[in-house]
């Protein structure tokens, strides 16, 4: 009993500082959404307001479940063109193998602003592929098609997210024991039968881990719905953001990124849980 | 011996892995490119080519604070971070620890969450606690956020590590300090270094977080966000370049560190 409470009090001391750091700011968070802000002043009176003013609201509703869809989106766009990438890397033997996926994670640090703003300069009425289209006579005159709409929104989304989806698929096709494959080959199976009753199924698992990981990356995601996305590109994130700066409405932003947070939580639950559902 | 579809999937997915590494790159090529010729009405100027914008672009004080700002950030944060990072790891492997699982779930939580959610809820505890945004609160949010990376390097080395080790160290009358300094900390070493790296290329680029901290101190990231608001000028593709440069080498030494081959020549 003694030797339990004594283990408790070392780790309190360990812990200290990386509760201190994540859990209270969440909660100190957490319990000004429930304040509200009179005069620019925030008033300590305990009330559901904020969440009541959030659900009741089809604008805050609505733009929630844009995002959400929009998340959707970039999330089976990135797994479309993610997993054939990820499996043809995986295709591929000995160092060839490791330097594609070096060339496709290396993107992931590459500067976030620069990618949005070199995407945006492609994606723009004189960029490179309104040049290609017309180069191609595929369109008379730059088209505005592409910039300042959930489009651009979602194409800039899907790019800057892949590399995240394409390195868990990856993973999930490497831990496919290779005996597996020749047992598949051994009995029989043409290599269209092994590819959909052995290898997707045993990489389903970390595809969707993955995939949901870019769902939530897109959730939380501010900065790119307002560079590309103009007036248009209105995000649930880009509107938690405004209650901080613009609107000065802290509260009741705070309850808008208790949503989120709820949100993100679930996912990765869920992420967490068919991870856990791996077979090899 | 491969089959004609087999051999299709592999050309139909290797152009579109080319496509895709393509646009992946196409950041750098076009600032690159942009940085050193002039494009006028759409067409590529060779004759303008010229890298006088990288040094022009030190004449610019804003740029100059927002890049000593971003390493004096990304220094503190990371030796901060690997700090806490080998003292937690060190707590996850001791026979006596509790509350292991619950404390892994808080150190990866700012790497799971959105970023929005790490940037404000540090916002408004600091706010409450009426601590004023700048440096301080930035290298706080940084530490938070590359900590979930360091952690775990440390960990996996810790746990490849042979108990044998630390047991034969005791036997040969070591005290834990002596352990520490002459059998662990050797053999961390490695893994520290290589997660110090990650978690610097991170730092230098963490925009979504440190948007919420910084108050009217400016980072790179930042400085460049607001460069592209309001237009730009051919400075601004050097400097890109720049940082794309010095984030894509931080990464390849990581890549170099953790990879097989490295590692074999390394033991």
Redesign the interface.
């Known amino acids: 009993m003694k030797q339990?409470l004594g283990?408790?009090i070392?780790?309190a001391g360990?812990?200290v500082?990386?509760?201190a750091?994540?859990?209270?700011?969440?909660a100190?968070?957490l319990v000004?959404s429930f304040y509200r802000v009179e005069n620019n002043a925030i008033i300590r009176d305990f009330s559901l307001a904020n969440y009541a003013n959030i659900f009741g609201n089809p604008t805050y509703w609505g733009t929630f479940l844009g995002t959400l869809w929009l998340c959707l989106e970039v999330m089976l766009l990135a797994i479309a063109?993610g997993y054939?990438?990820a499996?043809?890397?995986w295709?591929r033997q000995g160092r060839a193998r490791?330097f594609?996926l070096?060339?496709?994670?290396?993107?992931?640090?590459?500067?976030?602003?620069?990618?949005?703003?070199?995407?945006?300069?492609?994606l723009g009425i004189?960029g490179?592929l309104n040049?290609a289209l017309l180069g191609l006579n595929l369109i008379e005159k730059p088209s505005l098609l592409f910039l300042f709409n959930q489009r651009a929104v979602l194409l800039t989304m899907t790019?800057i997210y892949?590399?995240f989806a394409i390195l868990p698929i990856f993973l999930a096709l490497e831990r496919i024991p290779t005996n597996l494959l020749h047992a598949s080959s051994d009995l029989g199976a043409?290599?269209?039968v092994t590819f959909r009753r052995v290898v997707l199924p045993l990489s389903l698992p970390g595809t969707i881990a993955g995939a949901l990981f870019v769902f939530?990356?897109a959730?939380?995601?501010?900065?790119t719905p307002q560079?590309v996305g103009g007036t248009s590109g209105f995000t649930f994130?880009r509107v938690?953001?405004s209650q901080?700066g613009l609107a000065y409405n802290?509260p009741f932003?705070?309850a808008m990124?208790g949503l989120?947070?709820a949100t993100?939580?679930s996912v990765?639950a869920l992420a967490g849980y068919v991870a856990s559902l791996r077979r090899v | 011996m491969k089959g004609t579809g087999e051999r299709a999937a592999d050309l139909c997915t290797g152009l579109l892995a080319f496509a895709v590494l393509a646009v992946l790159y196409a950041p750098v090529i076009i600032s690159a490119l942009f940085s050193v010729v002039d494009i006028r009405n759409g067409h590529i100027e060779w004759a303008s080519f010229s890298l006088s914008r990288y040094v022009t672009l030190w004449d610019n004080p804003t740029i100059v604070t927002a890049l000593a700002n971003t390493a004096i950030v990304a220094v503190v944060a990371v030796v901060l971070a690997m700090g806490l990072a080998v003292l937690l790891a060190l707590y996850a492997q001791w026979d006596g620890a509790v509350g292991k699982k619950l404390l892994e779930l808080v150190i990866y939580l700012p790497f799971l969450l959105p970023p929005i959610v790490t940037g404000l809820s540090l916002l408004v505890a600091a706010s409450e606690l009426g601590i004023a945004r700048g440096l301080s609160t930035v290298i706080i949010g940084h530490t938070v956020f590359v900590l979930a990376v360091a952690y775990r390097l440390v960990l996996t080395r810790l746990e490849a590590m042979p108990a044998s080790l630390v047991e034969a160290s005791s036997d040969l009358g070591a005290t834990r300090l002596q352990t520490f300094r002459y059998v662990l900390l050797p053999h961390l070493a490695s893994a520290i270094v290589t997660g110090a790296v990650l978690a610097l290329t991170l730092s230098f680029d963490e925009t979504l977080i440190t948007v919420f901290l910084a108050g009217d101190m400016t980072t790179l990231p930042l400085r460049l966000w607001a460069m592209m608001r309001v237009g730009f000028t051919p400075e601004i593709n050097a400097l890109v370049t720049l940082v794309l440069v010095i984030s894509l080498a931080l990464a390849a030494v990581v890549a170099w560190r953790m990879a097989p081959e490295g590692r074999s020549a390394e033991e």
């Not at chain 1, 750091?21 to 969440?26: K, Q």
């Open positions: 339990a283990k408790w070392i780790f360990v812990a500082i990386p509760f750091l994540v859990l209270a700011p969440i100190s968070f000004l063109i054939p990438v499996w043809f890397v295709r490791y594609f070096l060339l496709t994670v290396l993107p992931l640090f590459m500067s976030y602003i620069v990618k949005l703003y070199t995407l945006r300069s492609i004189n490179l040049q790019v892949l590399p043409t290599a269209r939530v990356l959730l939380g995601d501010f900065v560079m994130g938690v953001w901080f802290w932003g705070a990124a989120l947070l993100a939580l990765i």
